[in-house]
Each structure stands twice: as structure tokens, then as C-alpha cells.
């Protein structure tokens, strides 16, 4: 049982996998008896975060040498979704983003879409990939018009969210966007600045036109012709200025990218029947909540787990490993030195490392002062391999 601090009092915190384990199967069962298929994907993942550090898949056998305490450290599941492997995995995907940036300005843009597109991409998720498409080409074409001879060409790395503040479906394009560009010549030029009237309306345009290629249908036809006349000046794109940027941009794009849609802090309370959850509204600093249904919650959370193998985090232009500009891209000097990169990447190799690092203490550390040994490891409480037996005298 885990508690929080709110208000100065102590209360229950309330976990997702709790949620999940009490109500999961009911739910895929009544989803199933109303006609409504569970994408296997989701049903894989959620079994995932269930069965989290459960012992059934397996455990470390740790040993005191000193006092001969026993400690066990159960496996963890590896799954995105999870609350607690999510936070591994996008930590180790801001890093390695990071690592990749040039040491000079970048651009955090956002690429949105009108409320009435978004039905579209959550019945056929294969569309999802035409935001990435559409954004790309939009950057794309808004430095090559600069200099048609050179021909500049950006990097940049696009991510995708599918969910606003309050969980709603909502997918939109994060993009981290380097303001220099090399040219046909080889040439470097600095960017700072962007006509956003025509960034927006060629994004509306590009999306439009993939989006009317796949989906050729009148009633369609007919939505193009009223977002067109409802979104004279393009469908809106936020990109602050350069200053604005800072590593945080890359945490916040990473985090939503690749954990759960709601931290379990956020989780204010749970009755068994429904949830409680806070979030902050877009242009104001109080947070508000929102009671739903166990159902309708969990309904939230699943709708945004992506499809197996689908890549919510894509690079562009000089980033993108098979440019053809790449090689001039791994000349520049990068955003983190070699030397902190090595640094950051032995602390995060591990799990002692990362928990000594992030939390301040060391957790093979024993009462007794002593570091625990491994002695044993356990896959679905079968013994796989015995420390003592290849290390005995």
C-alpha cells in the first residue's frame, strides 16, 4: 500500500495497476458482450502492467555476505504504458534526443489539428502517419523556398501526442526544430525567423491533401470544403520563440511520448467505482478535476496506446541517419559534450544506478552496511542460473 502527502495530510495514492487489476476483466468482458473489439495490443500491454514486479515473472535472489539478510528484487514488466517502466524508457529517449541536437537554437512546434479531423485517425490509426508526413513536408518546403539554388535543408525530430490535458483524444505533432540548415553547397545558414501565416496554411494544405488521398469519400470531400472556409489562415501551429527552449521542451515531448497519458500523482482519488483526476486547462494556472466512471477511465488510458511496432518519435532532414546530409550534420559540434553523454549514459545502464542517482540512496545497500550479492535469478520461479555454482571454491 502506497501513501501521499496532499494538503499537509497523509492519504492512500491510488496506482493505475491497482485500477487495472480490479477492473480489467470485467471491462474487456462487457466491452466484448456490446460488439466492441479490444486491439490485441492493448490486451498484451495491460496484462503487462498487471503482473509488474510480480514474482511470477520472474526475480533477483540477492544475499547479504555479512548478516545473511536475503533480499528479492522482482522483474518489472519493460511495458511503455507502465507508470514505472515508462519513466525508464523516456528518460533513456530524452537522452539519446538530446544527445543528437546541435549545440545551437532550436524551435519547439506544435502541429494541431481541427476537433473535427480527429475522429478519423482514431478509427484508422495507419493515418496517424500522415501527421508526421504532412508536418515534415511543411518544414520541409518552408526552408527550401528560402534559397531554391541551395535548396536548405532543416532537422528536426517530430513526436506524437494523441491526447490533451484532460485525456481526450487529441493527436497533435510536438517537433524539435534546429534553426540553422545546410545547403546544396554544404553551406550553414541560421533561421530565426518564420512566417507563421504561411507555416500554418501549408500545413493545413498538406494534411488535407494526404488525408483527401486516402480517404475518398464524398462526405469527406465535403469536410475538406468547410475546414477550408471555417480556417481561412491555416489550421493553427504554436511555435514560441527560440528562447523559450530549453531542455525541458525535450523531457515534456519524450514524457508524453513514450509513458502513460496521466501520472499517477494526478490520481486524487478512488472509490472503487469512480476516478478522480487533476489536470491544468490551457491558459490558466489552477488546476481543475474531473470524476469519471472506472470504465470511462480506463477507456482514456487505452485509447492512447499506439499499435505494435508504430513509431512515435521520428527524425527528419540532417537528424535522420539515412539523409544524405547526415554526414555534414556529424561534423557539427552537439548540444552535449562527449564526455557528460558517456557520464549520463553509465548512470542510466542500470537499475542500482539509476535509483542511486534519481532517489540518493543505494538499494543493494544493506542495514548491516554490507552490498547484497546476486546469487540467483528466477524466470517464472524457475531457477535459470546459480551465482554460487559457477563461483564455488
Request: proline letters at 6%; a positive charge.
Given at each position: 500500500m502506497k501513501w501521499q502527502t496532499i494538503d499537509n495530510q497523509i492519504v492512500r495514492k491510488h496506482t493505475i495497476k491497482e485500477i487495472l487489476s480490479a477492473h480489467w476483466h470485467k471491462f474487456v468482458w462487457e466491452m466484448e458482450a456490446k460488439g466492441k473489439a479490444i486491439r490485441k495490443v492493448i490486451k498484451e500491454e495491460v496484462s503487462k502492467i498487471i503482473n509488474c514486479?510480480?514474482?511470477d515473472n520472474g526475480f533477483g535472489l540477492?544475499?547479504?555476505?555479512?548478516c545473511r539478510q536475503i533480499k528479492i528484487v522482482p522483474f518489472t514488466c519493460k511495458s511503455r504504458f507502465c507508470n514505472t517502466c515508462g519513466a525508464k524508457y523516456s528518460k533513456d529517449r530524452a537522452?539519446?534526443?538530446?544527445?543528437?541536437?546541435?549545440s545551437?537554437?532550436?524551435r519547439h512546434v506544435v502541429f494541431t489539428i481541427p476537433e473535427e479531423l480527429r475522429p478519423y485517425f482514431a478509427r484508422d490509426r495507419t493515418l496517424l502517419n500522415l501527421l508526421f508526413a504532412a508536418a515534415a513536408d511543411t518544414i520541409t518546403y518552408c526552408f527550401a523556398r528560402r534559397n531554391k539554388a541551395e535548396a536548405y535543408t532543416p532537422g528536426f525530430i517530430s513526436a506524437l501526442h494523441t491526447f490533451g490535458r484532460d485525456l481526450k483524444w487529441n493527436p497533435h505533432i510536438h517537433m524539435i526544430l534546429c534553426t540553422e540548415a545546410v545547403g546544396n553547397s554544404g553551406r550553414w545558414k541560421s533561421f530565426g525567423h518564420i512566417n507563421y501565416e504561411g507555416l500554418r496554411r501549408s500545413w493545413q494544405f498538406c494534411l488535407l491533401k494526404m488525408m483527401a488521398e486516402k480517404i475518398n469519400t464524398p462526405a469527406f470531400k465535403q469536410l475538406v470544403d468547410k475546414l477550408y472556409a471555417a480556417h481561412t489562415n491555416g489550421f493553427y501551429v504554436n511555435a514560441p520563440p527560440v528562447k523559450n527552449f530549453n531542455a525541458g521542451a525535450i523531457n515534456y515531448i519524450v514524457r508524453y511520448a513514450g509513458r502513460p497519458v496521466l501520472a499517477q500523482s494526478r490520481i486524487a482519488a478512488y472509490d472503487g467505482e469512480s476516478v478522480t483526476f487533476t489536470y491544468t486547462p490551457h491558459g490558466s494556472d489552477e488546476p481543475?478535476?474531473?470524476t469519471v466512471p472506472v470504465f470511462e477511465f480506463i477507456k482514456k488510458l487505452i485509447i492512447h496506446i499506439p499499435d505494435r511496432g508504430f513509431k512515435m518519435i521520428r527524425h527528419y532532414g540532417f537528424y535522420a541517419c539515412s539523409h544524405a546530409k547526415h554526414a555534414l550534420y556529424k561534423l557539427r559540434e552537439k548540444r552535449i559534450c562527449p564526455?557528460?553523454?558517456?557520464n549520463m549514459r553509465?548512470?542510466?545502464?542500470?537499475?542500482?544506478?539509476?535509483?542511486?542517482?534519481?532517489?540518493r540512496h543505494d538499494?543493494?545497500?544493506?542495514?548491516?552496511?554490507?552490498?547484497?550479492?546476486l546469487v540467483e535469478i528466477y524466470s517464472s520461479q524457475r531457477k535459470i542460473w546459480n551465482y554460487l555454482r559457477w563461483n564455488a571454491p
Open positions: 514486479q510480480s514474482l540477492y544475499e547479504c555476505p555479512t537522452l539519446a534526443m538530446s544527445a543528437k541536437l546541435l545551437c537554437p532550436h481543475v478535476s474531473e564526455s557528460t553523454l558517456e553509465n548512470i542510466y545502464k542500470s537499475w542500482r544506478k539509476r535509483i542511486g542517482h534519481f532517489f538499494p543493494l545497500k544493506c542495514a548491516c552496511g554490507s552490498i547484497f550479492i
